[in-house]
């Protein structure tokens, strides 16, 4: 579902990426480790469209991503990925729902469905009760609950994840990896994770490990 060939990028004189291959395939939890500065970031963030390459093709769904312009690739990226950070990024003046439904209504869905949608999510993921609270009142773990619904609210065909535990005490961040493989099990859903916890990185379907700037596994 997701293929990228020979992925380059330069930081003035760092070659941060080599000439990366990588796929990833419908329904599958794939986890990239590596120690710091081994490029896994910045091939996410590029992935994600959120970044752009020195070099290379991207291609989702079989669309040729890497071709398309800022406008169209924005519009794309909004329906077709989501994503989840170390730090949630939660917007502090709206509610768990409206943050939930923000990327909805930047995709000119309907009000109404969208919230609906939002809800089901959200009592999904155990905050049924805590639609009306702004991030503040929200546990860590429970913000980042929050941003993982937000990333599923234009069903997405990839959710790519950047150190999503990297925040989290040890229980949450195991309740976070459990929710990502039950979100799979249940609605096929696709991840792209970047990190340093091996607990997580065991429970993918694939593990990828990156190291100077290439995949060596």
Not at 69 to 81: C, P, Q, T, V
Not at 168 to 177: G, R, V
């Amino acid at each position: 579902m997701l293929k990228a060939t020979n992925i380059k990028k330069r930081y003035n004189q760092l070659e941060v990426l080599k000439g990366v291959d990588i796929s990833v395939e419908k329904g599958e939890i794939v986890s990239i480790i590596g120690s710091s500065g081994a490029g896994k970031s910045t091939l996410l963030h590029i992935l994600g469209t959120l970044d752009t390459a020195d070099g290379g093709e991207i291609y989702l769904n079989n669309e040729p991503i890497h071709l398309y312009n800022s406008k169209k690739l924005a519009a794309y990226r909004n329906r077709n990925m989501g994503f989840v950070f170390q730090f949630h990024h939660l917007l502090p003046e709206f509610t768990t729902l409206e943050n939930v439904c923000i990327p909805g209504w930047i995709a000119g869905r309907k009000k109404k469905e969208v919230e609906q949608e939002a809800i089901g999510l959200l009592k999904t993921l155990g905050l049924g009760d805590r639609l009306d609270n702004k991030p503040q009142a929200l546990s860590g773990g429970e913000q980042q609950r929050v941003a993982v619904a937000r990333a599923l609210i234009n069903k997405p065909s990839i959710v790519f994840a950047d150190e999503p535990t990297g925040n989290l005490d040890s229980t949450n961040a195991k309740e976070l990896h459990q929710l990502f493989v039950r979100l799979r099990s249940e609605f096929n859903q696709t991840f792209l994770i970047v990190t340093h916890n091996e607990e997580l990185a065991g429970m993918s379907d694939r593990v990828l490990h990156m190291k100077d700037g290439l995949i060596s596994a």
